[in-house]
């Protein structure tokens, strides 16, 4: 019996670290900027067999990194080996504790039994995926400039904040002419000027716009013309609730940090599938480790944006490589 062979069933030793990681230029949506990146890193060991997982607590959904860390030691003490993720998603709500514990018990099992992820989960190899490149919330002129100078990225993700959307959106489209936009306006829009905006967007080129308006408020997208088809963030976390934001959304965003990990993700990405829904896979501002495991989710996407990395002033060993315009799959040193 190998040493690998003999550690499966065990409990796996856990370990937890926080990082923060510099964003470079920082970063701002409507509800506030940064400078770091705040990431918590499980590592689950099992034998000679490592798996990690990085999540990012977020305060918009009650978490901070305290609490989260705290959750992530509690679960983790109550499973019983490598394959317990069924055990966990009883054990934490959805969000970053359980996406750490999640995604590090992939990790972990793909290196006790010589398989990649992908494999374990049914799923094809990965391929290279056009993600997204993010610029952040200023002025109209100081967006159209950034996005101008974005020219080596295929599409753009334009952060909103309400007021001053429409200019925003007009220097912008004037300043990259032929760049594919999406845009996320993180709650920041209201039922008063929900149409004016979203004909703005439309006028804009638009592909995609996230989540106008806020979670529990979202009723009033049932009654408009989708100028731009309209994706849920804030609304949707889980499966759970999935079916009542049918009429009001045309797609979903998907993040681990959401979802509370793969295993829910990729329940959450068939059921939305069966729905009509179109898919959108995203991110918080992270590392390559958070990203990894996303890749997975990317392959059936229909916009992906997993720029984490790209915004940060530095990066992991063996990190994401982003060549061609587009990202590439992990590699094992990095993940599953």
């Known amino acids: 019996m190998s040493p ?29 900027s940064k400078d770091f990146a705040e990431v918590a ?52 709500p959805p969000g970053a504790a359980r996406n750490a514990l999640d995604c590090a018990l992939w990790d972990l099992e793909a290196k006790l039994r010589g398989k990649p992820a992908y494999a374990l989960a049914g799923l094809a190899a990965p391929e290279a995926v056009e993600t997204a490149f993010t610029i952040s919330l200023d002025t109209p002129e100081a967006m159209a400039a950034k996005a101008k100078a974005a020219a080596q990225y295929p599409l753009l993700k ?16 004037e300043a ?33 716009i996230e989540q106008p308006l806020p979670a529990g408020e979202d009723a009033a997208l049932a009654g408009i013309t989708h100028h731009v088809p309209v994706c849920a963030d804030e609304s949707v976390h889980d499966r759970e609730g999935l079916r009542a934001l049918a009429g009001r959304y045309d797609a979903i965003n998907i993040k681990l940090d959401k979802t509370g990990g793969l295993t829910e993700a990729l ?13 959108m896979v995203g991110c918080m501002v992270s590392t390559s480790l958070a990203m990894a495991p996303a890749m997975l989710l990317a392959q059936q996407a229909d916009w992906v944006d997993l720029d984490g990395p790209l915004l940060l002033a530095e990066d992991r060993l063996a990190p994401l490589a982003y060549r061609d315009g587009k990202l590439q799959p992990p590699e094992p040193a990095l993940w599953g």
Not at 41 to 59: F, K, M, N, Q, W
Not at 61 to 82: K, P
Not at 158 to 173: C, N, S, Y
Not at 267 to 279: F, G, N, T, V
């Open 176 to 208: 990259a002419p032929s760049v594919r936009l999406i845009a996320d306006a993180n709650e920041a829009w209201r039922p008063d000027n929900l149409e004016a905006l979203m004909a703005a967007a439309g006028r804009a080129g638009v592909e995609l």
């Open 158 to 173: 334009l952060k909103l904040g309400g007021d001053g959307d429409e200019a925003r959106l007009a220097a912008i489209r």
């Open 4 to 32: 690998e062979e003999g550690a499966i069933g065990r409990q796996p030793r856990l370990a937890v670290v926080t990082e923060r990681w510099p964003i470079r230029g920082g970063f701002s949506i409507s509800r506030g």
């Open 41 to 92: 890193v499980a590592t689950l060991a099992s034998g000679d067999a490592i798996g990690r997982g990085e999540c990012v607590p977020y305060g918009r959904y009650g978490e901070s990194m305290e609490g989260v860390v705290s959750d992530i030691h509690r679960a983790s003490a109550q499973l019983t080996g490598h394959e317990d993720r069924a055990h966990l998603q009883d054990l934490l």
């Open 267 to 279: 329940a959450l990405l068939r059921e939305a599938q069966s729905l009509d829904l179109k898919i």
